[in-house]
T-cell receptor, first 114, second 112 residues
Framework: NAGVTQTPKFRVLKTGQSMTLLCAQD?????MYWYRQDPGMGLRLIHY???????AKGEVPDGYNVSRLKKQNFLLGLESAAPSQTSVYFC?????????????FGSGTRLTVV | KQEVTQIPAALSVPEGENLVLNCSFT??????LQWFRQDPGKGLTSLLL?????REQTSGRLNASLDKSSGRSTLYIAASQPGDSATYLC???????????FGKGTMLLVSP
């Protein structure tokens, strides 16, 4: 059981380039989330999805787009990368609503924009 | 807007000590609170989840408590070991679409 898998694990981009980060979960979870982690800022929510075909903005959505065409996949896109998007990106999933359901996190993607 | 604060930001203790990490949050309308562990350069590992109706949860040497009305949680680690060295993150799950708000973490170093 792989859980939440993120690809790639590392990437270096030049300013203005685009890329897509892939998150895949094999737990049939409805809810999926993208967070970024920066020193001194903690983890902040970028976008999230409450089901296949749905997405919503989180705390820091600017400069990112997302898609959830299949239930198991949640894609995070950077259309024109900026140095401010240098960060570690974490994907997470959750099976349902209510307080008994916790989050499962992927191992992260370390992105550097030069 | 929910805000989560963790104190202390860093903690260094000798092996064998019992220790307490603190977490406070501003909005008590939460579904649950989770404590995570993060090793350097790694992802997040869930340690304990306390539902809003619960007071505490235990797993091995770890015990987490929740006082929702006062907006506080503590993570108690008994008989600390060097392998416990990591950053510990507190996160509250907000009502609505169950988004998490994280604290900035407590970096723990346990010396042999």
């Amino acid at each position: 059981n792989a859980g939440v898998t993120q690809t790639p694990k590392f990437r270096v981009l030049k300013t203005g380039q685009s890329m897509t980060l892939l998150c895949a979960q094999d737990m049939n979870h409805e809810y999926m989330y993208w967070y970024r982690q920066d020193p001194g800022m903690g983890l902040r929510l970028i976008h999230y999805s409450v089901g296949e075909g749905t997405t919503a903005k989180g705390e820091v959505p600017d400069g990112y787009n997302v898609s959830r065409l299949k239930k198991q996949n949640f894609l995070l896109g950077l259309e024109s990368a900026a140095p401010s998007q240098t960060s570690v990106y974490f994907c997470a999933s959750r099976s349902g609503t209510g307080g008994g359901y916790g989050y499962t996190f992927g191992s992260g993607t370390r992105l550097t924009v030069v | 807007k929910q805000e989560v604060t963790q104190i202390p930001a860093a903690l260094s203790v000798p092996e064998g000590e019992n220790l307490v990490l603190n977490c406070s949050f501003t909005d008590s309308a939460i579904y649950n609170l989770q404590w995570f562990r993060q090793d350097p350069g790694k992802g997040l590992t869930s340690l304990l989840l306390i539902q809003s109706s619960q007071r505490e949860q235990t797993s091995g040497r770890l015990n987490a408590s929740l006082d929702k009305s006062s907006g506080r949680s503590t993570l108690y680690i008994a008989a600390s070991q060097p392998g416990d060295s990591a950053t510990y993150l507190c996160a509250v799950m907000n009502s609505g679409y169950s988004t998490l708000t994280f604290g900035k973490g407590t970096m723990l170093l346990v010396s042999p």
